[in-house]
């Protein structure tokens, strides 16, 4: 059974080819993710840590806000234990990618792990 996740998989794929081509000609059509729970959406990127049951820190390279559409690929956050990683190198390498292992999620799932993580109210 073809489960919602391959298509976020085949998408992160996607994503992925794009970031390492270092390419910025992507349509914005192209550039959107299918969630399985909000729908057709603008793509984030978080650790693998990161999720929506239980704090674990939230770290991102610019403060985000939940009021603004980033469509692209701006949106990007991790966990304490990866930022641990991320001070010790100093820079996102081989090495602190492979621990993050970055996935791919959709901007209104990573407002909501801002929110479970840092605990502000939207709205
Ligand atoms: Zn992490
Ligand atoms: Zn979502």
Redesign the pocket.
């Known amino acids: 059974m073809e489960s919602c996740n391959d298509k976020v998989r085949a998408a992160l794929s996607a994503t992925f080819d794009k970031v390492y081509l270092n390419t910025e000609s992507m349509s914005e059509e192209n550039n959107r ?1 299918e ?5 057709n ?1 603008y793509p984030a990127y978080v650790c693998h840590h990161l999720n929506l049951q239980k704090p674990v820190g939230f770290y991102e390279p610019f403060a985000s806000d939940p009021s603004v559409v980033y469509s692209n690929d701006e949106l990007s956050a991790w966990c304490d234990a990866c930022d641990e990683v991320l001070m010790r190198i100093g820079k996102w390498n081989e090495e602190s990618e492979s621990f993050a292992k970055i996935k791919l ?6 407002f ?1 792990m801002k929110e479970l993580n840092l605990g502000y109210q939207a709205g």
């Open positions: 993710v969630c399985c729970t909000h729908g959406r999620v959709c901007d209104a799932c990573f909501d």
